[in-house]
């Protein structure tokens, strides 16, 4: 696509956006909230939940802001009569089909669906008809799947298969039975699904949940404490959700400049150690055949002096170091920075390095 | 067998004889009449003389509701014998034949001739008439002249003259053919592809399925004009895999248009490259929607995505597509070989050329026929399809299949054109034509056409995958008894609000059924809701089971079909039901001649 500016106007407003923008993008950019469901930044634009449909002077439909590139002199309205009695009909209609139990729900409080059903005040009753009444599906450690909450707006199967290109799930059945599921719907086992908990992530309402952290707590009930994965060099940021002194779950951060929300198993699920109690807390040195409890500068004072002693009789190559990917480039920098200038030998390593 | 050798050959060379061999007459049981055809002849004795081409394979001549039908052509005089059947073979063979009279009482009727003779056969022309199965055949008839008139040409040489010709797609929405090779002979990108969208999945549509059966090097010659046109370079077949007979004759074709050269590289030494495809479609209706059937041809579920980009910008692997239904097709190597001018000439000022039909519903003739843009419902429904069977009243026809609309029997004077569709609430569609006389619910129609639509949704967007299901919903309990005040217009807002805010093509269409009926027939849904009674008789839940007196003839047929005893006859006595016996089973209903029960 080329790079030409634009001219478009929407509700009014003169705006310029670059050629191939979509009219959300160009929205956002100019302060326009248009409401959506189905997108998610991580995502290649959909177009399924029709909920950013916006109307376009000339065209007698409605077209999706998020997937709909702006064209020069478009006169789009993102809040005429028509885009709201369609929004309020989509609420409704997805509310039709969803058990509408917030009482009891994981997600209350942290559900895209519950605010807008709150915004336009609809609850689907008008509807009446069939709603599914599918099993819950939790034989696995980490996810619990309530396909009745689903809203099938896709971001699950697309962060599967776009951002982490697992193939886990994918849209089974077809018409209103439509659902997305894992093939012939077996059980998630590490031979088909990552449990990097992504679905999780992007899920907007509480159909998709972490596993453990059901029935500890809301999002109202928690203090989120903005962190880095201790893992691997890569940094990502998450927010612990800490209840009462105690870490319940990992939720992402958007915001993350590394990560951008995106986790794998280990930073979303890998979080049992911080509570266990065989957690090593302080430094232990080995007394006799015990391990006893000391300060850090003992113990590091002791390594000190065991790493002077071998120096001095046995020369800078009998040491060496081997650094670890869970470090960071300036952490494993410093390592080798250390042993080159301290112990004065090249035995410097990585296990990264194979 | 009174056939002998001594016989003068002479006479017997100029014996032709023509089995419809399409879908149709295949499960009318054909190839069992071909076969006993060519044993019969075979043991007669007259081998030696005939040449192959006596049995020949033909395709599907359109009017399905005679098959078998079989053409038996001696000394150049045609005679067409309906309802065929094994039986029948000895004595045609001993009387016609042999003895040279033909036998009258099988003949086909005035109405075959109507049928076709009322229409304008141009597309369908070769349908029948040559042997799908041997590109000879089809060279014979002047097969591939097209191609290499159009290879003479200068690619934008051959756009130009279908943007002259008018053509407009004839899958449904119309939009000009030759504008569509344009704008992706333009786009940016390359490879291109062509794409021929065989994945006809209207209910009662066949179009499609009796021109690939009937004629498949046309479809293949209109793909390779037109990736010559605009540049592409490998074709695609969609087609559905429940067409077996077509899909054989199709790879057919291929092989046998590979081996001529007019497939593969440097056609007719213009440095010309290409080669066509087929992929065979999983059942899914949505497939036939562009984008859907270009997400199935990748290999991903058949789902429909936003447009724009179009395909012809962005289509098969993100590069420019054009999506040509097989009716247009082909009907390009006629333009190409007659000229634009001839093709204008045919149809309305907007609407160019002729158009296929299945007619099918409640009409005498069923079948498929061709006939000119312009021509009047009128036409078609008596002229060609003889009215409604039973000679009873003409109600409505559905076109469009169950993305078009209902057109009430006040219009049947409108001409059949994508405008004159349009303007009243239906749509040309891919070409479905399902006639409704006075015994058709409607509401239980829109009911029927929804069901449809909502199964067949992909389910992607949410307006067609729910709110389709909430207007079936609706409709079942209309026609079940339990319709209430202010259905009509709940079915109204929420099927305006489908329509434009859904996704593809399926769900901005699958509310025109309803919109349609409550539009001409509202005084149906009243009846179901208010009164409690279906007009037409059709809806079970509204059904009384009791025996109009006044009308009753006392044939006793209900008293002899209720399997519960509750009705009493007796001869020159009308038949009482009793209602607490009764356990509305509903074949007295059925069966009763003369309507007399409520």
């Known amino acids: 696509m080329s790079k030409g500016k634009i001219k478009i106007k929407i509700n009014g407003k003169k705006i310029s956006c670059s050629e191939g923008d979509t009219i959300l993008n160009a929205a956002n950019r100019a302060g326009i909230k248009i409401p959506t469901l189905c997108h998610d930044y991580r995502l290649e634009p959909y177009g399924s939940c029709r909920f950013c449909s916006v109307e376009i002077k000339g065209m007698a439909r409605l077209l999706p802001a998020c997937t709909t590139p702006a064209a020069d002199n478009m006169d789009i309205s993102t809040d005429s009569e028509t885009v709201q009695r369609i929004r309020t009909r989509l609420v409704s209609l997805m509310l039709s089909n969803h058990p509408n139990d917030c009482m009891r729900c994981e997600a209350d409080g942290d559900c895209s669906l519950q605010d807008l059903a709150y915004e336009y005040n609809v609850d689907g009753s008008e509807y009446g008809g069939e709603r599914w009444d599918l099993p819950i599906r939790q034989a696995n450690p980490f996810i619990t799947y309530e396909p009745n909450k689903c809203i099938v707006c896709g971001r699950c199967v697309r962060i599967c298969n776009e951002v982490v290109m697992a193939g886990t799930i994918d849209f089974t059945g077809r018409g209103f039975n439509t659902v997305p599921d894992t093939a012939f719907r077996t059980a998630r086992t590490l031979s088909n699904c990552e449990f990097c908990g992504q679905c999780v992530s992007t899920c907007p309402t509480g159909a998709l949940t972490d596993k453990k952290g059901r029935g500890k707590g809301r999002a109202k009930d928690f203090k989120k404490v903005r962190t880095t994965c201790g893992y691997c060099g890569t940094g990502c940021n998450f927010f612990l959700n800490v209840k009462d002194n105690k870490v319940v779950k990992v939720t992402s951060d958007y915001n993350g400049p590394v990560n951008h929300g995106n986790l794998c198993i280990k930073g979303r699920y890998g979080y049992d150690f911080i509570h266990s109690p065989d957690r090593i807390t302080k430094p232990l040195i080995k007394k006799g055949k015990k391990f006893v409890e000391a300060s850090w500068d003992e113990a590091l004072g002791l390594v000190a002096k065991k790493f002077s002693e071998i120096l001095k009789k046995h020369g800078p190559d009998s040491c060496g170091a081997f650094s670890s990917s869970r470090c960071t480039n300036e952490e494993n920098f410093l390592l080798a920075k250390f042993v080159r200038t301290v112990f004065k030998t090249n035995n410097v390593d990585n296990c990264a390095r194979v | 067998m009174a056939v002998t050798k001594t016989r003068p050959k002479t006479e017997l060379k100029k014996l032709l004889i023509k089995v419809c061999v399409g879908t149709g007459g295949l499960a009318a049981g054909s190839q069992a009449v071909l076969d006993k055809f060519s044993r019969q002849l075979k043991s007669g004795g007259i081998?030696?003389?005939?040449?192959?081409?006596?049995?020949?394979?033909?395709?599907?001549?359109?009017?399905?509701?005679?098959?078998?039908?079989?053409?038996?052509?001696?000394?150049?005089?045609?005679?067409?014998?309906?309802?065929?059947?094994?039986?029948?073979?000895?004595?045609?063979?001993?009387?016609?034949?042999?003895?040279?009279?033909?036998?009258?009482?099988?003949?086909?009727?005035?109405?075959?001739?109507?049928?076709?003779?009322?229409?304008?056969?141009?597309?369908?022309?070769?349908?029948?008439?040559?042997?799908?199965?041997?590109?000879?055949?089809?060279?014979?008839?002047?097969?591939?002249?097209?191609?290499?008139?159009?290879?003479?040409?200068?690619?934008?040489?051959?756009?130009?003259?279908?943007?002259?010709?008018?053509?407009?797609?004839?899958?449904?929405?119309?939009?000009?053919?030759?504008?569509?090779?344009?704008?992706?002979?333009?786009?940016?990108?390359?490879?291109?592809?062509?794409?021929?969208?065989?994945?006809?999945?209207?209910?009662?549509?066949?179009?499609?399925?009796?021109?690939?059966?009937?004629?498949?090097?046309?479809?293949?010659?209109?793909?390779?004009?037109?990736?010559?046109?605009?540049?592409?370079?490998?074709?695609?077949?969609?087609?559905?895999?429940?067409?077996?007979?077509?899909?054989?004759?199709?790879?057919?074709?291929?092989?046998?248009?590979?081996?001529?050269?007019?497939?593969?590289?440097?056609?007719?030494?213009?440095?010309?490259?290409?080669?066509?495809?087929?992929?065979?479609?999983?059942?899914?209706?949505?497939?036939?929607?562009?984008?859907?059937?270009?997400?199935?041809?990748?290999?991903?579920?058949?789902?429909?995505?936003?447009?724009?980009?179009?395909?012809?910008?962005?289509?098969?692997?993100?590069?420019?597509?054009?999506?040509?239904?097989?009716?247009?097709?082909a009907t390009v190597p006629l333009i190409v070989f007659k000229g634009p001018k001839w093709f204008s000439s045919i149809g309305t000022k907007t609407s160019k050329g002729t158009k296929v039909f299945a007619?099918?519903?409640?009409?005498?003739?069923?079948?498929?026929?061709?006939?000119?843009?312009?021509?009047?419902?009128?036409?078609?429904?008596?002229?060609?399809?003889?009215?409604?069977?039973?000679?009873?009243?003409?109600?409505?026809?559905?076109?469009?299949?169950?993305?078009?609309?209902?057109?009430?029997?006040?219009?049947?004077?409108?001409p059949v054109d994508y405008e004159s569709l349009q303007?009243?609430?239906?749509?040309?569609?891919?070409?479905?034509?399902?006639?409704?006389?006075?015994?058709?619910?409607?509401?239980?129609?829109?009911?029927?056409?929804?069901?449809?639509?909502?199964?067949?949704?992909?389910?992607?967007?949410?307006?067609?995958?729910?709110?389709?299901?909430?207007?079936?919903?609706?409709?079942?309990?209309?026609?079940?008894?339990?319709?209430?005040?202010?259905?009509?217009?709940?079915?109204?807002?929420?099927?305006?609000?489908?329509?434009?805010?859904?996704?593809?093509?399926?769900?901005?269409?699958?509310?025109?059924?309803?919109?349609?009926?409550?539009?001409?027939?509202?005084?149906?849904?009243?009846?179901?809701?208010?009164?409690?009674?279906?007009?037409?008789?059709?809806?079970?839940?509204?059904?009384?089971?009791?025996?109009?007196?006044?009308?009753?003839?006392?044939?006793?047929?209900?008293?002899?079909?209720?399997?519960?005893?509750?009705?009493?006859?007796?001869?020159?006595?009308?038949a009482f039901i009793d209602r607490d016996k009764c356990v509305k089973c509903g074949n007295c209903y059925e069966v009763c001649p003369f309507h007399a029960i409520l």
Request: net charge positive; glycine share 12%.
């Open chain 2, 47 to 329: 081998k030696a003389e005939i040449t192959k081409k006596c049995t020949q394979r033909t395709g599907c001549r359109g009017f399905c509701a005679k098959d078998v039908l079989v053409d038996v052509i001696r000394n150049g005089k045609k005679s067409t014998y309906q309802f065929v059947d094994t039986d029948k073979v000895s004595r045609i063979i001993k009387e016609h034949i042999i003895g040279g009279t033909p036998v009258k009482e099988w003949l086909a009727g005035p109405e075959y001739e109507a049928f076709h003779s009322k229409g304008t056969k141009v597309l369908l022309k070769q349908c029948g008439e040559i042997d799908p199965e041997d590109i000879e055949s089809y060279i014979e008839t002047g097969g591939y002249k097209a191609t290499k008139k159009a290879l003479k040409m200068k690619p934008e040489q051959v756009i130009d003259l279908i943007k002259k010709s008018g053509l407009r797609g004839r899958g449904g929405a119309g939009f000009p053919t030759g504008q569509k090779w344009e704008l992706c002979s333009n786009a940016e990108g390359s490879p291109k592809y062509i794409i021929c969208n065989a994945d006809e999945g209207d209910p009662g549509a066949f179009m499609d399925r009796s021109i690939i059966e009937g004629n498949p090097h046309s479809v293949l010659e209109g793909m390779i004009i037109g990736a010559y046109a605009f540049g592409a370079s490998r074709g695609y077949v969609y087609i559905r895999a429940e067409y077996p007979v077509a899909i054989t004759r199709l790879k057919l074709a291929i092989k046998e248009a590979e081996k001529k050269g007019f497939l593969g590289n440097n056609i007719g030494k213009s440095k010309f490259d290409f080669d066509i495809r087929i992929k065979e479609g999983a059942g899914a209706f949505v497939c036939g929607e562009e984008t859907a059937l270009i997400a199935s041809i990748e290999g991903a579920r058949g789902m429909p995505r936003s447009k724009p980009p179009f395909p012809v910008y962005q289509g098969l692997w993100g590069k420019p597509t054009v999506v040509n239904n097989v009716e247009t097709l």
């Open chain 2, 359 to 414: 007619l099918t519903g409640k009409i005498k003739n069923t079948g498929l026929i061709e006939v000119p843009m312009g021509i009047t419902l009128k036409e078609i429904i008596y002229d060609i399809g003889g009215g409604c069977p039973g000679n009873r009243k003409f109600k409505a026809v559905q076109t469009g299949g169950p993305s078009g609309g209902c057109i009430p029997a006040s219009h049947i004077d409108m």
């Open chain 2, 423 to 574: 303007e009243i609430g239906s749509m040309m569609g891919s070409g479905g034509m399902v006639v409704m006389d006075d015994t058709t619910c409607m509401v239980d129609m829109a009911r029927f056409f929804l069901d449809f639509a909502q199964n067949e949704s992909c389910g992607k967007c949410l307006p067609c995958r729910v709110g389709n299901k909430r207007l079936y919903e609706r409709l079942k309990d209309i026609t079940e008894g339990k319709g209430r005040e202010g259905d009509i217009e709940f079915l109204l807002s929420l099927a305006e609000d489908i329509k434009i805010s859904s996704l593809c093509g399926l769900g901005q269409t699958s509310p025109n059924p309803v919109l349609s009926t409550i539009k001409y027939f509202r005084d149906e849904y009243d009846a179901h809701i208010r009164e409690h009674r279906c007009p037409a008789g059709v809806c079970e839940a509204f059904r009384k089971y009791i025996v109009n007196a006044e009308i009753c003839k006392m044939c006793g047929k209900c008293f002899k079909e209720c399997p519960s005893g509750a009705i009493t006859w007796k001869r020159k006595q009308p």
